[in-house]
């Protein structure tokens, strides 16, 4: 609380990995949310696929 209060913005690590991803629609970006236990983000990915083709 007190770094916030100092304007110190908070996050985590997973949060940080998935903004540092320029395009979260990079091929290379299901291997990252993977490593992250991110499984939602595979459905995200599929649903993503599914619209472009």
């Known amino acids: 609380m ?8 908070v ?3 997973a949060t940080l990995m998935v903004e540092a991803m320029a ?6 970006s299901g291997a990252v949310y993977a490593a992250l236990d991110m ?3 595979v459905l995200v990915g ?3 696929a ?3 083709a």
């Open 2 to 9: 007190r770094m916030q209060q100092a304007g110190v913005i």
């Open 11 to 13: 996050s985590d690590y």
């Open 23 to 28: 395009d979260n629609a990079a091929p290379e």
């Open 39 to 41: 499984p939602f983000a």
């Open 46 to 48: 599929q649903i993503s």
């Open 50 to 52: 599914a619209h472009q």
